[in-house]
């Protein structure tokens, strides 16, 4: 399944490559495009899941902290 994910990305990758066309003066390099890619990745990471995360983080130390009050009545 994963080989068949990173097949499809990289087929993705490779087609928005070559669907750019601007001059050769212009034309980012391989590094650019990953950077850029990398970036909006994290942009969309932290725009639409870093809050979810903090969420669930908050979440957790709420059940965490509720468990050991409860520990704290039974004496354990």
Do not use: C
């Not at 993705?12 to 001059?23: E, F, P, Q, Y």
Request: zero cysteines; hydrophobic letters at 45%; aromatic letters at 10%.
């Amino acid at each position: 399944m994963e080989k068949k994910v990173a097949l499809v990305l990289s087929l993705m990758l490779l087609m928005s490559m070559k669907s750019v066309s601007v001059s050769a003066e212009e034309a980012p390099t391989f590094g650019q495009r990953i950077d850029a890619a990398t970036n909006d990745v994290t942009k969309f990471f932290n725009e639409h899941a870093g809050p979810a995360v903090d969420t669930v983080s908050s979440t957790a130390k709420s059940v965490y902290n509720w468990f050991g009050d409860k520990a704290k009545e039974w004496g354990l």
